[in-house]
């Protein structure tokens, strides 16, 4: 695909226009990145209070590192979120490549049911979870929360593949058999790789639903299997704690990280 | 090498292929020509076991491949969109029948090179498949399969997205290649131009069964159906009556009143009506009188130029309308003009039967 069609800037006629789009533009990045900056900034003021800076310090960061329930509801965290993650894109492609390659009676339904965890209120999704895990007499914990989060973090996988299958040649799959590949021979060397961005795409989305998960987790976690955000919600019931902020920042840098990573990764893979 | 013994292939209740039978020899070019919808595609691909048919069977080099999975067959496919891998290099798209059938890593190594060598794109092997142009792309198709050294190797319509000119000298590759590997191909086509130049044999298909098989020459001067004179090349189509047998003759009559002779070989006894294909450039025109078994005047009434050729619109002294082609030999031949009364001479195997009852 061509990287950059040369696009027409807008007529130059249009200058009032122009000028309230620009500043229309500019308003909305300072609504949404203002607030980010405070909290970063808040984040190294030695005062308790968000409002009057007071002076430098690492103090709460280091605070932060040192408390264990946010320390280990963090590392939680992570783990639900990756296994999460590794199961949604199993499901999510099999799913995906299952529905697209083969016919069945029942396509539309699957489709449909499919859809509706993505949409479904997640205090529903919580409360009927939990009465399922109840009637089935499983103990709460890392498994439920996994299985909560699977079940609506995989329609994002499912869909994004489902978008880029309808796209790709149905020829490559049978160019592969032709060649002696058998079926999963095809699907792993050929359609996979095909499927490569969405499936990378359907990924960061499962995972940062799962890493910020709230109400869902909240059903279906025993006291072992606090997540992160369970943690800070707790933290922050009890008021505004500075602490919040650098871990906020901690995630903030992190994020910036992960996409310039995989925005590098993603040219390494052009070329 | 390919038997194809009975086959039927039904969608629904739409048979796309019905009750086939054909033969394809070791080391033959053999074209399926026919319009779009007839079933080409689907012969191709019960071939190559992408389809499975519902009745007959397929032989390949006498082993019953009928209901065997793509991956167990040794034919390969050159396929209408190419479809090469996107994420592979040229070089991994020509390996990659190679790998998946085990060959040891040098000697697929060598093969690969080999086979980039003979549709010279050496240089290219490193490139994606999207940096290669159109001809380009369409000779990894056709090193990927050819690498595999297929019994067979089948070609949907691979030349169908170049442009014009790239095509014919694809085409003359293609056969060049054919013939100096000694490789058997099964190719489709709709375009009769590109059979005619390519094929040794070619088979008309027409709604799933074949009308005519038979080598490019003949298909071109005998053919023996209203179709298959119609589809191939252009072609006077004239409704006759048989007035009267002489031997190896007979005499026939067009509604008109224009009267023909005709060899009788082909003409079974007892008819009473045929349908004879006269193609446009069979007619030999003149001011002058010729010495032809079949001879009869007629008016020019259009000429187009056509460069090498020039297409004439006759109507006999009867009534009947024909076209004809003359070459366009030299400026000093013979000029014909609208208007101009001209004689029209046909030999005797000119008039082809193509059907009588
Ligand atoms: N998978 C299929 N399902 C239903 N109908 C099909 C299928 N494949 C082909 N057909 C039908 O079979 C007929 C022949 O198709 P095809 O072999 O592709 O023709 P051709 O290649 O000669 O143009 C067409 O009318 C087409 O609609
Ligand atoms: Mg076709």
């Known amino acids: 695909m061509p990287a950059s069609l040369s696009r027409p800037s807008i007529p130059s006629g249009l200058k009032l226009l122009n000028w309230f789009l620009s500043g229309w533009t500019a308003l909305v990045f300072i609504f949404l990145y203002v607030p980010i900056l405070v909290l970063v900034v808040y984040s190294f003021n030695s005062s308790r209070l968000n409002i009057v800076w007071e002076s430098f310090t690492f103090d709460w960061y280091a605070r932060l590192l040192n408390d264990g329930p946010l320390i280990r509801a963090a590392k939680n965290s992570l783990v639900i979120a990756t296994v999460t993650t590794v199961l949604s894109v199993i499901l999510g492609t099999g799913g995906a490549w299952l529905l697209h390659r083969y016919r069945y009676r029942a396509a539309r339904g699957i489709q449909t049911l499919v859809a509706i965890p993505m949409v479904m209120p997640e205090i529903l999704m919580g409360i009927s979870l939990l009465i399922l895990f109840a009637t089935a007499g499983m103990n709460l914990g890392f498994t439920t929360v996994i299985i909560g989060h699977v079940t609506f973090c995989f329609p994002f996988v499912l869909v994004a593949v489902q978008a880029r299958l309808q796209g790709l040649d149905p020829a490559l799959e049978e160019a592969a058999l032709d060649l002696g590949a058998t079926p999963l021979q095809a699907f792993w060397r050929v359609i996979v790789p095909c499927l490569q961005p969405a499936i990378v ?25 606090t997540t992160l955000p369970i943690q800070v919600y707790g933290l922050a019931r009890v008021g505004l704690n500075p602490m919040l902020n650098a871990l906020s920042a901690i995630f903030i840098v992190a994020t910036v990280a992960f996409v310039l990573f995989s925005d590098y990764l993603q040219k390494l893979g052009r070329r | 090498m390919i038997e194809i013994r009975g086959v039927t292939k039904r969608f629904g209740s739409f048979t796309a292929v019905d009750n086939l039978s054909l033969s394809v020899r070791a080391g033959e070019f053999l074209t399926l020509l026919g319009p779009s919808g007839c079933g080409k595609t689907t012969l191709l691909r019960l071939l190559a076991g992408f389809e499975m048919p519902d009745e007959g ?43 998946m059938q085990n060959v040891p890593a040098p000697e697929a190594a060598a093969r690969v090179a080999e086979a980039l060598e003979m549709v010279s794109l050496r240089e290219q092997a490193d490139r994606l498949p999207h940096q290669l142009s159109g001809g380009q792309r369409q000779r990894v198709a056709l090193a990927r399969a050819i690498v595999c050294r297929p019994k067979v190797l089948l070609l949907d319509e691979p030349l169908s997205a170049l442009d014009a000119k790239l095509r014919h000298n694809m085409q003359l590759e293609l056969k060049h290649l054919q013939r100096r590997l000694g490789l058997t191909f099964v190719f489709v086509t709709h375009d009769q131009e590109e059979a005619l130049t390519m094929s040794d044999r070619i088979a008309i298909i027409h709604r799933g069964r074949i009308e005519q098989l038979g080598a490019a020459g003949e298909i071109y001067h005998r053919p023996r159906t209203p179709f298959a004179a119609d589809f191939i090349g252009q072609a006077n189509l004239l409704q006759v009556a048989v007035v009267g047998r002489n031997g ?39 001011k002058q009188r010729l010495d032809t078994e079949n001879l009869f005047e007629a008016t020019i009434e259009e000429e187009i130029f056509q460069g090498a050729t020039d297409q004439l619109r006759l109507v006999t002294t009867q009534g009947t309308r024909l076209h004809a082609l003359v070459a366009n030999e030299s400026a000093m031949q013979e000029a014909f003009h609208e208007g101009d009364r001209v004689y029209c001479g046909l030999h005797l195997d000119d008039l082809v039967i193509v059907q009588a009852e």
């Open chain 2, 248 to 286: 190896t003759t007979a005499r026939v009559r067009v509604g008109g009143g224009l009267e023909l002779t005709v060899a009788s070989a082909e003409l079974p006894a007892g008819a009473r009506t045929a349908l004879v294909s006269i193609r446009p450039e069979k007619i030999c025109i003149s």
């Open chain 2, 57 to 99: 069977v397929i032989l390949l080099d006498g082993q019953d491949v009928s209901h065997l999975p793509p991956y167990r067959r040794s034919v390969n496919q050159v396929f209408q969109s190419y479809a090469l891998f996107p994420h592979l290099s040229v070089r991994d798209n020509v390996g990659f029948g190679l790998r």
């Open chain 1, 201 to 225: 795409a359907g990924a960061l989305m499962a995972f940062t639903l799962s890493m910020d998960e709230l109400i869902v987790t909240f059903f279906t976690r025993s006291a072992a299997a």
